[in-house]
């Protein structure tokens, strides 16, 4: 017999019997990429699925495996997750894309959520926030602090995710400070403090006085708080430890409601096959308490942002916006479409410096 | 008061038998840590154990066996060539990651030409790629003197840039929307690494796997190299004497674990992963160290002890999902494997005695 119909047979059987033994419990199961104390990216989706136990209490069983490699590895967790009748699967990296989908197609009957990529069944959905709308507040407040006129900013890998951020706090710093430079330093990782904390260093040595980060760890605030006079947002998750100062704001990533609402789609039987991206509108994007090391004037000017942001009346990519080769991208009030954020891969005019390619 | 006396000879009997003294403490003592951790300790340990081989889903768990047991025999029996000479190799990792990528890149050259020789091309690539890495620290030591272990293991950190370049520049998805990562290798029929037999877990890496333990049993035990290799790493002076060449040596003992380390890396990529991406190398390289220790550098022994590990794995995995044990218990777990092997090891030359102090 081949492994698929095998292993469908087998599921068939499985989702028999517990239909039958317990059929008012969901099961939901959680991949994850790094261990749930991270303080950041793990930790924030295990947040979330706190909130699915918190919600639904007896009526779900939730299961987890924390630092599971992007891979082979992956395929096999997920696949004893679902041979263990799990009902709804969370896959929480962006590296989880194919083995999500290879493992979709082995059991029809389960659900799967893939974080971050562009590939989707009719079992597998999608979701990711806009992280940049969050981006669009930093750097209107980091625009406003900066005093040497030179932002730091510590990028993880070159993929449009990061782009897209580096894009937003650009337009966003340049609107309120004409003046505004920014440097980029490519640590080529989510997380390793040791890496972070010199990226945070070089940056503040070439006199960048607001360190942006797109890294998971807390070690850039470390090294500012080290520095003084320099100030961070909080990446993912809060980090209010290192508040008031360096940390000012953060972006929090914020997937208890998703998870929630999906989870619930499962129990109605209502769930479908779709692509999410939310922002601070749906409260996917939580923007952490600006606290009192910003002035009340730029304070007021980045809720008033955000608040724009959340209600749809503007969109963090409005033009007039140029390219960094000078081309046009978008004429005045022109906004982005999905597609191009999706897939940016060019900075806009004024940002120095290439995308590693 | 207890003493610990130098047997004259290496105990066989300790040698054979501290490998499962060492599993039957680790169950014993990580049974306690589950408990502490408030989890049913019996449950756990056959959880681990009991369940991938022979559960309800045994089916399923058993060709993953296969799968990541073979990464982890292939490295470790070439490591273990070295190390019997007194040869340390530390970087397979980096030998493993320059396998993957040359072997894929010889692949991706003739993507999306279909034919027969390209799976076969991959192949000598992957292991021509691995040699390459391990020629760096073996003309180093050999030329200048340097220590193979150091540059071997820096050479992995080197290795894994040149990963990092492979995925978002020179072998990235054209298609891929930006993203890192290569094309996948699985959709592409003539690279395709895929099951002998599908749903076995059989593919061409168990093959090498098993055919390099078989290999390697025959060059230790009836070649003129095995017993040079042997009485290098026993009697290094006596090897001298005997006219055994310590250049030629580490030149083909670095070449051959390099060679088998960039062959895993070629058939993981090829198959069970499918891709070069950022995060392709999961420490196969390091964990096979492990197995080739725990196998007494012995090709048997590492058969059993790749398999064993690859249990500890999947198990381990299981036991996080079902009884909510934390990775990192798993982790500490395996390494009271080690511990125990290693600590357990002094038995083999020495003896414990109990004797009352004599007076001087």
Known sequence: MKLTTLLTSAAMALGLATAAVAADKTKVGFVYVGPVGDGGWTYEHDQGRKAVVAEFGDAVETVYVENVAEGPDAERVMTQMALEGADLIFTTSFGYMDPTINVAKKFPNVKFEHATGYKRADNVSTYSARFYEGRAVQGTIAGNMTESNIVGYIGSYPIPEVIRGINSAYIHAKKVNPDVQFKIVWAFTWFDPAKEADAAKVLIEQGADVILQHTDSTAPQAAAQAAGNVITFGQASDMSEYGPSPRVSSIIDNWAPYYVARTQAVMDGTWASTDTWDGIGAGMVGIGEISDAVPADVKEAALALKASLADGSYHAFTGPLNKQDGSVWLADGETSDDGTLAGMNFFVEGIEGDIPQ | ?360
């Not at chain 2, 169950?27 to 340990?45: C, H, R, T």
């Not at chain 2, 990528?101 to 076969?120: C, D, H, N, S, T």
């Not at chain 2, 005695?353 to 007076?359: C, F, G, I, Q």
């Open chain 2, 1 to 360: 008061m207890i003493r610990l006396e130098k047997r004259p000879q290496p105990s066989r009997a300790w040698s054979l038998a501290t490998p499962l003294v060492a599993v039957l403490a680790t169950m014993l003592f990580g049974g306690v840590l589950f408990a502490v951790l408030g989890k049913d300790p019996v449950e756990a340990i056959r959880t681990i154990f009991w369940e991938p081989l022979f559960g309800e889903f045994s089916f399923y768990y058993r060709p993953q066996l296969l799968i990541k047991g073979a990464p982890l025999v292939l490295i470790a029996i070439g490591l273990s060539l070295g190390f019997k000479a007194g040869i340390w190799n530390i970087g397979a990792e980096g030998q493993y990651i320059m396998g993957a990528i040359v072997g894929a890149a010889v692949g991706l050259a003739f993507y999306p030409y279909e034919a027969w020789y390209i799976f076969p091309l991959m192949v000598i690539g992957g292991a021509l790629g691995g040699w390459a890495w391990a020629m760096i620290p073996a003309v180093l030591k050999v030329r200048f003197g340097t220590n193979e272990i150091l540059v071997s293991l820096m050479l992995v950190y080197v290795a894994e840039q040149l990963l990092a370049s492979a995925s978002l520049r020179f072998l990235k998805n054209p298609e891929g929307f930006g993203f890192p990562g290569s094309r996948n290798l699985q959709s592409y029929e003539s690279a395709f690494n895929a099951d002998l037999i599908e749903g076995s877990g059989m593919h061409w890496g168990v093959v090498a796997a098993l055919i390099a333990v078989i290999f390697a049993y025959i060059l230790l035990n009836r070649h003129m190299l095995g017993f040079h290799i042997r009485l290098t790493g026993e009697a290094p002076r006596a090897a001298r004497f005997a006219g055994v060449n310590p250049s030629r040596l580490i030149l083909l003992c670095l070449g051959m674990s390099g060679a088998l380390a960039g062959l895993a890396g070629l058939f993981e990529v090829s198959g069970p992963a499918g891709q070069i991406s950022i995060d392709f190398n999961v420490g196969y390289g390091f964990t096979a160290i492990i197995v080739a220790f725990l196998g007494r550098l012995h090709p048997v022994g590492i058969l059993l002890a790749g398999g064993l590990m690859a249990l500890t794995y999947i198990g381990g995995d299981i036991a996080q999902s079902n009884l909510g044990l934390p990775s990192a218990a798993i982790q500490v777990f395996q390494g009271m494997l080690l511990f125990f092997l290693l600590a357990l090891d002094l038995l083999t030359n020495y003896r414990v005695t109990l004797r009352t102090s004599e007076v001087a």
